[in-house]
């Protein structure tokens, strides 16, 4: 089931509302309870046969995190624990590489040897790449004692919570818990103001802005998939037009999972900061999938920066140490973990080489962002001006260079992506019939439209930054309304324009929507 249904919106949430407050008015318990039900129907809806792939995969993971927990209090068993840990990290990626990466291997294989391994269609289970990054999270927690004691009460309901179980946002139990053994599970007029707001913002971004524009930008990219070549104005069009189609529909269901949390009185983490208007690309990724990034960061960057760190000191090497970090410094200890994480992220995103080629772009484009400012010149403008134009042209770079990997991200094969990139290029001319001049001034339209939304418009957490739509967002220190000309509040206006933005999202329903998102 997702969020962008008819049957959610009219059938499952409410009755899951009305359940989860009236059970809240005698048992805070039987409302959780009701709640863990609630979430295995959910996840079950669309195909049952899912439920019983992920179930043995939660069981295991509970017996290993209760072991975990229980060798924790032992003296002296620091090994064991450490090798159980790697056993219950080995077993949530075997799990999620036979479903996702099994028929990858396979054809790789078949590519580089000759060989004739039959590929068999897998259906991913729902979320499955989000389910295992927080199963792991959850162990590494439980073995570094960040997490003192659970019940499998509180296990389920970690696990299964429906608002961020199919795509995110990447929860830590230690967030989200908490949360619900504070909670009254009763009716809350401003919790449901916020949740209201934050899930038809959301819904809106996502049925009418980015499927709004997913039909000219797919045309291009299919067309290009069929073989034919893109010139210059297409292929820019196209370029951009998905990289705000995916912002767009990543961002609106990240909005419609924390409003939809919002409902039960938890507040989830951000997970976007309007990422387009960066002006390097590691402040990017600190606005793009943020939860994401603080789980790559936490779990794999940092633990292997640290023992390559360790290891240079170990043979009397220097560590990156600012303007003074020596070349092999830099290579070893940020471009090689760097490249590797950004390698997997790709990999995570999707079985193929392009989600690999698009994960390495970006680790290219974060070794070079950290290259220059540990070597590149230290320029004080002379002028205010020069300073602006020095902003402008870091945002116009950063924004350039993720619309091209984007290409990557969006192509279906190699040669597809090779025409747009060639066509941005204007290698194939400036335009072509691939687009007719008609749909040309539309497509143009939309793609005009949503770069004002993403880069003039307050997003939404700013809007409603004084109810902390989500966890640690609030009024940034010294800013006053004057900063933030538009702020959302409780009031008659705002009930008008959310009851309209409510109505087109809900009539554009009936139409193909997807989350581009949904089967990561």
Same mark, same amino acid.
């Given at each position: 089931m997702l969020f962008n249904s008819y049957e959610f919106i009219f059938a499952f949430l409410p009755i899951v509302l009305a359940g989860f407050y009236a059970l809240g008015r005698r048992s805070p318990t039987w409302a959780v309870r009701w709640l863990i039900l609630a979430s295995v129907f959910f996840y079950a809806w669309w195909r049952p046969f899912n439920l019983l792939? *992920? %179930?043995?995969? #939660?069981?295991?993971? *509970?017996i290993v995190a209760r072991t975990l927990r229980r060798l924790g209090d032992t003296p002296g068993r620091g090994t064991a624990s450490a090798w159980l840990l790697a056993a219950g990290i080995g077993f949530n990626l075997a799990f999620l590489g036979y479903f996702k990466y099994r028929n990858f291997f396979l054809g790789s294989v078949n590519d580089a040897l000759g060989t004739t391994f039959v590929l068999t269609h897998l259906i991913l289970p729902l979320g499955i790449s989000f389910v295992t990054f927080q199963k792991i999270a959850f162990l590494i927690d439980v073995h570094a004692r960040r997490i003192e004691k659970f019940s499998i009460q509180d296990y389920c309901l970690f696990v299964l919570f429906f608002p961020q179980l199919i795509a995110g946002p990447i929860v830590h139990y230690r967030e989200l818990m908490p949360q619900f053994r504070k909670a009254t599970c009763r009716f809350d007029a401003n919790d449901?103001?916020? =949740?209201?707001t934050l899930f038809f913002m959301g819904l809106f971004k996502k049925v009418v802005l980015a499927d709004g524009i !997913? +039909? %000219?930008?797919? !045309? #291009?990219?299919?067309q290009a998939a069929n073989g034919a070549t893109i010139a210059l104005v297409p292929a820019w069009l196209a370029a951009i037009g998905f990289t705000l189609q995916i912002y767009f529909d990543f961002s609106g269901y990240s909005d419609m999972a924390i409003g939809a949390a919002r409902f039960f009185g938890v507040r989830l983490p951000p997970n976007f900061d309007s990422p387009l208007r960066a002006t390097n690309i590691i402040d990017f990724w600190l606005r793009w999938h943020m939860t994401l990034t603080r789980f790559l960061t936490a779990y794999v960057y940092n633990p292997l920066l640290l023992t390559l760190t360790r290891r240079r000191l !170990?043979? @009397?090497?220097? +560590?990156?140490? @600012?303007? $003074?970090?020596?070349?092999? =410094?830099?290579?070893?200890?940020?471009?090689?973990p760097t490249m590797l994480t950004m390698l997997l992220s790709g990999l995570w995103h999707g079985a193929g080489y392009l989600f690999v080629v698009w994960? @390495? *772009?970006?680790? !290219?484009?974060?070794? #070079?962002?950290? %290259?220059? $400012? *540990?070597? @590149?010149? $230290?320029?004080k403008p002379a002028s205010r001006a020069l300073a602006v134009a020095g902003t402008a042209a870091a945002f116009l770079l950063t924004f350039l260079s993720v619309t091209v990997a984007m290409v990557f991200f969006r192509s279906e094969t190699w040669g597809a992506a090779e025409r747009i990139v060639s066509g941005l290029t204007g290698a194939h001319g400036f335009t072509n019939s691939v687009l007719r001049a008609r749909d040309a001034m539309v497509l143009g339209r939309w793609v005009v439209g949503l770069l004002f939304v993403a880069l003039a418009l307050p997003n939404t957490m700013r809007l409603l930054d004084r109810y902390e739509p989500a966890l640690g967002i609030q009024p940034r220190p010294g800013e006053t309304r004057l900063d933030v000309p538009v702020s959302w509040a409780p009031s008659p206006v705002w009930t008008v324009a959310l009851a309209a933005l409510a109505a087109v999202a809900i009539v554009r329903l009936s139409g193909p929507s997807e989350f581009l998102y949904w089967q990561f």
């Open positions: 792939i *992920l %179930a043995p995969s #939660i069981l295991i993971n *509970l449901v103001s916020v =949740a209201l !997913a +039909p %000219a930008v797919s !045309a #291009i990219y299919d !170990a043979k @009397g090497l220097p +560590p990156v140490g @600012g303007r $003074r970090t020596t070349p092999g =410094a830099f290579f070893n200890l940020l471009v090689f994960g @390495g *772009l970006h680790g !290219a484009y974060l070794s #070079i962002n950290h %290259a220059w $400012r *540990l070597f @590149g010149p $230290r320029v």
